[in-house]
């Protein structure tokens, strides 16, 4: 009984503290938001009107064949750095970067294709995929156009381009 006491008190709290938004407020923050949009920037970028989009998410995962000795795992890793940088300049691979640590998953990438499949091919592209050093799990992703800057926006914060 005390436990419905209490329920019942919470219950009859929250309702008391629900204030309606005034229509006139639900306007004026609909009427602010509409002069920030950029609809030529929302294009550009592909964004839905929440200002997101799809891609294709990639996670690096250790893959089965990771007894190289030390040259060839340089010239590995330097040839997985090449396609990373190809990838990014043909505007396909939005977002890279490896996880901290020594776990079994070691990085991740994110796509902007309309498909796994497309996603498949590219990876299919990596050196590390080839050597089967790296193994790659797709799956869809819904995050911000915005993100589609961001490779324009590195450059201008990175004193060394790897």
Known sequence: MKKLTYLLLFITILL???SEIPKEKISENIEIQQQ??????AKKYGADDYGMKKYVIAFLKRGPNRNQDSITKANLQR????????????GKLVLAGPFLGNDNLRGIYIFDVESIEEAKKLTETDPAIKAGSLEMELKEWYGSAALMAINKLHKK??????
């Open 79 to 90: 040839k997985h750095m090449a396609n990373i940088n190809k990838l990014a300049k043909e």
């Open 157 to 162: 914060i990175a004193k060394i381009e790897i």
């Open 36 to 41: 920030k949009f950029d609809e030529d920037l």
């Open 16 to 18: 008391s503290c629900k």
